[in-house]
């Protein structure tokens, strides 16, 4: 494996999400198996750089003993860290819809994708102080 790749895989950490009513140690025990998970997931397409799947196929082709929603959260989480790249074909999904489908990301689609793309949880927090002292959206007038 390429060290660069290499280096990048193996320091990847995986994000988690609505984790606030885990403990600490809860939280610390997901974002590891979060990690191992896109970690596998990255060294799959890294094998095979011509490789373009859909969460779903991949899911059920590798046979993976996490839920689908976790194969889907890896694959967005991989795209974000510019590991992957979310392409504009679909194809049909283990559910007879269509999916999108993911390859490898270039080095220069790597480095075209932002460093840190906010969270989910960033980004409500960031509404949060957007709304602070505002009345809440949709209320009734009187």
């Known amino acids: ?8 895989i193996e320091h990847h ?10 403990s600490a140690e809860q939280i610390a025990y997901l974002n590891e198996k979060a990690t191992d ?3 596998e997931i ?12 859909g969460p779903g196929v991949l899911h059920h082709k590798e046979g993976f003993g996490w839920p689908l929603t976790s194969t889907r959260r890896a694959i967005n989480n991989l795209t974000q860290a510019g590991i992957l790249v979310k392409t504009d074909r ?4 283990i559910f007879d819809k ?3 489908q993911w390859k490898w990301a ?16 960033d980004i ?9 002292g505002k009345q809440p959206r949709f209320q009734r007038k009187g």
Do not use: C, W
Not at 106 to 121: D, G, M, V, W, Y
Not at 124 to 132: F, G, P, T
């Open 1 to 8: 494996m390429n060290k660069v790749v290499e280096n990048k």
């Open 13 to 22: 950490q995986a994000k988690t999400y609505r984790t606030d009513h885990f």
């Open 37 to 39: 998970q896109e970690k």
């Open 42 to 53: 990255a060294r799959i397409f890294f094998k095979d750089k011509n490789l373009l799947i």
């Open 90 to 93: 679909t194809a049909l999904g």
């Open 98 to 100: 269509p999916e999108h």
């Open 106 to 121: 270039s080095e220069k689609q790597s480095k075209l994708i932002s460093n840190t793309p906010l969270s989910h949880r």
């Open 124 to 132: 409500l927090k960031k509404q949060q102080q957007i709304d602070a």
